[in-house]
Each structure stands twice: as C-alpha cells, then as structure tokens.
C-alpha cells in the first residue's frame, strides 16, 4: 500500500509520456502513408511515377530529403521515411524516440505497455539490419498493427490517470497534425490535375488521400459519392471520424479538462484556452467559407494554431516552476 | 541461438569436473553434496534439450522485456541481456545463519564506525586505525562532519560481496556501502526460476525473496523526518543511461515510488520539492542512486549538473533523509576495508564472524616491497574502484600490465591494495551444450533502519568466460539465482545455537 494519497504527476514525466504518444502515433501514420502510396503506384500510368514526391512534402521534411537522397524514388523515399536513423521523423527514428521516453517512465506506464514499444523496437531495429523489407506492404501492416496494439494495451492495462490523459492529449494532437498536412499537401496537388477530373485517375487518387487517414470506408458510408469539397469537410470538419481533425481536437480538448479538473466550456490555463478557441471555430466551420477563403490558407493559420496549443503545453505542465503551490504539505 | 537436439545437449552432470576447486554442487569425488540432490535429480531427468530450450526461453523473455544493462564505453548495442545462468546456487540454512549474523554484525559495527569518524573519531584517538589514513581516503567527506542521519544509520543499504576460497570458507570481499546495485536481477531471477523448476521448489523449502521491496520501502519511510504522517519517498535515479536504471525503475514500481533525476527537484525555503504538473510536492525520504559527487553541485562537485543544488543543506536541517548516507563511502576505501577486523572487534567487542580476505596495504613499506615482487600472484585493486575497474589479476596479466601496475603503485601506494588470487568455489553452469565449472561470488543484501535485515537470498555472479576469476557484469559476467533453504524444523535448535557461538 503506498503511504500518500494521492500521487502528482511529474513535469519530466507527463512530457515524457506525451512525446512517447506523439512519436507512436507519427510512427503510425509514416506507415500508413508509404503503404497507402505504395498501392496507388500500382494503379497509376507510369507517367504517375513521381508518386512518391508529395509524401515525402506531407511531413514538411523536403529539403532534408533532397540533401541526402536527391531524387524522390520509391526506395530512397522509404529507406528515407522508414528507417533513416539521421532523420528524425523516420519510423526507426520514431519508434527509438518513442522507447527512449517509455524507458524514462517505466515505473508510470504498465509493463504491458513498455514490453510493445520494445518488441516494436526489436522489430524496426531486425528489419533495419537486414535491408529493406521484401515485401513492404507486409512490413506497413506489422508497424501499424503494433502501433494499434499499444493504443488497446494503452486502453485496457493502465489505469486512466493523469499521465494516461497526457498520453490522449499527444496522441490526439498529433494526429490532427498529421490529418491537416496529409489533406494539404494532397489537396493542393490533385485540385489542379483538371484534365484528370471526370477520369478514373482522379478518382483512384482522392480514394487514395481518404485510405492514407483510413477514412474511405467511414466516407463512403457518410458522403457515398468521391467529391473533393465532401471529402475536404469529411477530415476536417466531422464530428464522429476519429483521423477528423475537429474530433482529434474535441478529444484533446478533453483530456486536458480531465487533467487541469476544469469544467468543460472554461479555462484555467493558456493551453486550454487556445485549444478551446480551436475547438469552436472548428465546431462552427462550414465547409463552403473555408474553401471559398482558401484551404491552404485555413490549413496554415490551423497549423500555426496547434502549434501554439502545443507550446502552451509545455508552458503550463512541463516546464519547470519556481515557487511552491502547496508548501507546508 | 542454436539449439541441437542430438545427443550432446542432454545435460547430464556425469563428465562434470570440479578440477581441484571447492564446488558448490559436487565432493571431490564427484558425489552431490546432500542439499544439491533433489536439483540433481531433476536436472538429471529432464528430456534431452530441454534445459537449452527453458535456457533460451528465458533469454527470449528478458529481451523482449527490456531487462538489460548499459556497458559503458560500448556505443553501438549498448544494451545487453545480464546473462543468466539456470542451474541456481543453493545455501543450505546452517551455512546461511553464518552469513546472516556475520553480516549483521559488520554492517552494525560499520555504522558504529563511519559515525564516529564524522564526530569524535574515538578510534583514530585510540591508534587503531592511522589518521592519515582516513584523511586521505578519496570516499571521505569532510562536509558531512557532524551530521546526525536518522538512527545513526550511515549504511542503509549494503550489497557485500562474499567469495569461497578452495576451503570452502567464506570471506568478504567488500562491503559495497556507497550505492550497491543487482538486487533487481535477485528478484528477476526467482521469477524466470519458479517457472521453469517448479518441482525443485515444492520438494525444498526455498525462503522467499519477494518481500524485499516492501521491506525497503518500510525502512525507507522509517527515516522520514519527525512529525510527517505518511512520508513522500522518492528514488534518485542518474537517468536512463546509467548501467543500472533497470533497477531503479524497477525497485520504484514494485515500490509505489517516483522515480526522480535530478532536474525534478529544487530546494525552496529549506525543503526538497519536486516539479509536478500541478506544481512543487515536498519530498521526505531519497533513496538515492546517485553517487555523493553529483548529489549536490554546492556541497560536493560544482561542476556537475546532475544534482540538486541546496539538498546536503536540507539533509543536514534533517528536513529530508537520504539513503544511504553521503560520506559513508569511507568504510568502502579498499584500505580501511583492511581494518574492518580491528573496526568490528574496537565496537562489537568480539572478532569477526565472517573473515576478511588477507590484504597488503601498498603505502606500507614492507607490505609494498613484498606486493612488487609477487605481482604475478597477487590480485591488485585500486583503493577508490569498484566494477572490476582498475584491477590487475596477477596470475593472469602479462608482463607489460605488471610493469604498467609497478608504476602506479610506486607513484600513489596509498591507492593501491593487493589480496593473494583466490581459488573461488564454482559452480556448475550451462557452456554451449554441457556443463562447466565457472567461478562464483556471493552478494547478499542488507538493509539497515532501526534493525538490520538479511534478504535470504542474493546475486551469484558467475565468471561466464572459463577460468577468469572476474565476475561483474561489466566484464562480462553473468547471474545465477541463489536459494536459501529455510532451517529444517529439527534443526532450528542448533541454528540458534551456531548464532549465539563467539567464534
């Protein structure tokens, strides 16, 4: 029985515990998106073939890849995003980050959980030694599927405590991170493609944007027809898919309720007022305004807003603090 | 690794040799020694390949755990497994009651000591032991003149090292006082055991182990300060790259405790705090894992970034404990170790139950003279090291390394010691497909608060490369489980009687 009541949460820790989620859930969608891209070459005319430039633009990292592997082919572009260890965003790089911080807070996280992020580690660490995978779909599906695992282990064998709330907070914020990227980067290229429209391709390659978040099944039952300005409401605006990033953000803007102990619809701290801010202009968006006003432009300036939620995060629980809340305990 | 099912991997003890040592499974004449035969018997009737098959699945299980340690100086793969011997060590009850009071006895005497070095130093009044001698050890601080830590308890936690020489005799090799580590592969181990030898645990009666982290945290929050209903215990870890953050995760989890680096505390109006989410939380209790050095930037090294600045202030206002001690590395000194006899016979006023390794302190001149010219003999240590660090095994060095040891030692013989190479006792242990005999060593461990508590049980480190004589880890030894059997009920009338016996 431990003697104190209760137990408050590190700073160290509830960072810690943050990034590891960030890192799984970016982990995550690197493997979606090479797979998703991987199977839509396979669809497209070989004049398609510079498929595999825009994914490596959706992480924002262009410039690194250029400098260290010049041009966009399949194989650069997955030795770049799979297993580079110099590049920070690489699956490897991701799945070592996200061990490196579990490692720092074994004693918070369940053994379950830190046993995951390990054999995820053995695992990208014994594909890296032996080259890259034979068969790349396979390698995509085990990364995922490992990633979906520790989210259930996650779910099911640690209590839901205040590191267990800043573990959905990092993972929500991030993947609406990468919700935004992916619908930017992809929208901006094929909206042009007008001589496409009407074609098969054009169709093969909207499907292909809504497969990278797992979301064409959810659409099709929702919206049916493939249709840029539904498919543009359907991940940014919708309430109920969770890759949307109004939902991410409702979710995160939850668990930081849960953790500060503040009602919903008010705020204690600059975070939750930021994300809170976030929430209801994405709550009362309509489709037709922001694409009228510009999606790249909405997209940035919804950038730029994440990430001032995230550096208001780390100003109001992780950095360090300087006078004693509760002297005298 | 490779398993073969053919023949060879049937494991049986029949081509074992003891090859003149003292074993601690086998007489001289190959016969199993009475405690040993139930684990004989059922080594003996496994299937063939089965022991290499549990072998290899326990290492599966400790990698995919993450149970490894940090070689220092390695950069690529620098974590590795602690191998892991399945043939566990087996104390029969009468050989550990021995143990038991010899080490309750040292450690009582030690605290004794290092207290009185750091107030009226009656026994360097007294001649026992030379001034300079204390004066000059490394692991002395004169910061901590003075202090009063709670019970007058310097040594809180102790991991001494034992070793069997070719009698079969017991010696403390040393005594570990500063920040001992492995009692978390003590625990581990067991757990791996119990799985795979069931039916050796049911037919003994193997004392348990597990009780361990509740014992410590309950002398840990023993020592909070007076007047804190339920104390905040935390332990200082240095981070994850230290060779030993495995156990100190592991020893807070199974304790309900925090785990904390430095950077998580800060000194405020006199008290340790901790950095929350929700702001500062008073910290009572340290079980710190950190070296004195790098504890506190304004008591000890200013340079290091790893402590908390203000801490040895708050601990000296008996605002917060720390376990163990600062400065009561100087019982530790491989040159005061020497006089641990002389120590335990001036405060207990009796000899030692367990008896030291003979040991030549260079800076005599006659002890010096006498360690230069025996240098391929002797075992020679540096007085402030630990790990197998800075260590010359005469019998198995070459001549430059010698030349290399003569210069040190002329150049500082107050840092260096030297013990005749012992014939450590061995054990059977699994080489490829067979078993070998491979040095050991014992390190029980030792928890002292109010009353000083003996865990039955403790780390076996087994030489895992043949013939070599260097068990830690960082030299690439591996761990053995060790059972202590529980006294028989008809015995436990003589136990008591070996424990009251002067020796």
Known sequence: MMAAPKRPLLSRVADAVYWMARYIERAENVARFIDVNHNLTLDLPRHYSDQWQPIVDTTGDRAIFQERYGEATQENVVRFLAFEPEYPNSIYSCIVAARENARSVRETISSEMWEQINSMYLLVTAQNRKGLPEVLPEFCLQIRMACHLFQGITQDTMSHDEAWHFIQLGRRLERADKTSRTLDVKYFILLPSVIDVGTPYDDVQWTALLKSVTGFEMYRKKHGRISPDRIVEFLLLDGDFPRAVRQCLARADDALHVITGTPRGAFSCQSEQRLGLLRSELDYAHVEAILSAGLHEFLDALQTKMNTVDECILQDFFAQRAAPATAGA | ?503
């Open chain 2, 1 to 503: 690794m490779q398993i073969h099912t053919t023949g060879g991997s049937a494991l049986r003890f029949s081509s074992y040799q003891t090859d003149g040592f003292y074993d601690e499974m086998f007489e001289a004449d190959g016969s199993s020694r009475p405690h040993v035969r139930l684990l004989v018997e059922i080594i003996e009737s496994l299937s063939d390949g089965a022991l290499l098959r549990y072998k290899h699945a326990a290492e599966t299980l400790l990698l995919q755990m993450g149970i490894t340690f940090n070689v220092y100086g390695d950069s690529a793969g620098a974590e590795r497994i602690f191998p892991f011997d399945l043939v566990p060590r087996i104390v029969p009850a009468a050989e550990w009651s021995i143990i038991e009071s010899g080490l309750q006895q040292r450690i009582h005497a030690l605290n004794a000591f290092i207290d009185d070095i750091y107030h009226e130093q009656k026994i360097l009044k007294d001649g026992i032991i030379p001034s300079e001698v204390i004066l000059s050890a490394a692991s002395y601080r004169k910061q901590c003149q003075g202090l009063n830590p709670p019970w007058g308890v310097w040594c809180h936690i102790t991991g001494t090292d034992l070793v069997r020489d070719r009698d079969g005799c017991y010696y403390v090799l040393e005594d570990n006082l500063r920040v001992p580590s492995g009692v978390s592969y003590v625990l581990e181990n067991r757990e791996v055991l119990k799985r795979i030898f069931p039916g050796v645990f049911e037919g003994l009666s193997v004392r348990p182990v597990n009780e361990y982290p509740s014992r410590l945290l309950e002398m840990l929050e023993s020592l909070a300060p007076a007047g804190v209903a339920e104390p905040r215990v935390v332990l200082l870890t240095p981070g994850i790259y230290n060779s030993a953050y495995f156990e100190h995760s592991f020893l807070a989890q199974q304790m309900g405790v925090q785990l904390v680096e430095g950077r998580d505390l800060v000194v405020s109006s006199g008290d340790v705090f901790m950095r929350t989410t929700k702001g500062l939380e008073r910290v009572h209790v340290i079980y710190r894992r950190v070296d004195d050095d790098f504890l506190d930037p304004e008591a000890f090294r200013p340079d290091s970034l790893l402590g908390v600045p203000g801490l040895l202030a708050c601990y000296r206002a008996g605002r917060v404990a720390l376990a163990n001690a600062p400065g009561n590395g100087v019982a530790d000194d491989k040159v005061i170790y020497a006089y641990v006899p002389e120590i335990i016979k001036y405060y207990e006023d009796r000899d030692a139950i367990l008896p030291n390794v003979p040991t030549y302190l260079c800076w005599r001149d006659q002890d010096r003279a006498y360690v230069l010219d025996h240098l391929d003999r002797l075992v020679v240590k540096a007085a402030n090291e630990s790990g197998g660090y800075g260590m010359l095994v005469g019998p198995h060095s070459t001549a430059t390394e010698r030349a290399e040891f003569a210069g040190r030692i002329r150049a500082n013989p107050r840092n260096y010691i030297a013990q005749p190479t012992l014939a450590l006792s061995r054990a059977p242990t699994i080489v490829d497909d067979h078993f070998e005999g491979r040095h050991v060593d014992l390190r029980p461990y030792v928890l002292c608060g109010k009353e000083i508590y003996v865990l039955p049980g403790g780390l076996t480190r087994v030489a895992m490369r043949k013939g070599s004589l260097v068990v830690n880890s960082s030299q690439g030894g591996g761990s053995k489980d060790t059972w202590v059997l529980a006294p028989h009920p008809t015995e436990l009338q003589s136990q008591s009687q070996i424990q009251a016996e002067p020796s």
